[in-house]
Nanobody, 118 residues
Framework: QVQFVESGGGLVQPGGSLRLSCAVS????????MGWYRQAPGKQRQLVAR???????DYVDSVKGRFTISRDTDKNTVYLRMSALKPEDTAVYYC????????????WGQGTQVTVSS
């Protein structure tokens, strides 16, 4: 059973930076992408960044140029570097893995809270 453990969130001022980490309990199959998601209060969970098996990345428009997803396969860890943070980035952030979006592992982690506020 795969477990995702997210960490690194916190309270940050607008314009600040954070780096989130996601430790995965077992090695994900090599044909799976890894993704970071976020869920703001009253909203659905949204995929904001993806890294494909070959290493290419995708981002939702609202975070392009500010967020960077990366991974360390030796450590079974995925990272999300966030900069120029805005209040609208406030959410609980999660990670998961999938072949196609919408087919993620069923067991989500607890997530890590990111709050952007002055």
């Amino acid at each position: 059973q795969v477990q995702f453990v997210e960490s690194g969130g916190g309270l940050v001022q607008p314009g600040g930076s954070l780096r989130l980490s996601c430790a995965v309990s077992t090695r994900i199959p090599s044909n799976y992408a890894m993704g970071w998601y976020r869920q703001a209060p009253g909203k659905q969970r949204q995929l904001v960044a993806r890294i494909r098996p070959a290493g290419s990345t995708d981002y939702v428009d609202s975070v392009k140029g500010r967020f960077t997803i990366s991974r360390d396969t030796d450590k079974n860890t995925v990272y999300l570097r966030m900069s120029a943070l805005k209040p609208e980035d406030t959410a609980v952030y999660y990670c998961n893995a999938f072949i196609f979006p919408g087919q993620e592992y069923a067991d989500w982690g607890q997530g890590t809270q990111v709050t952007v506020s002055s």
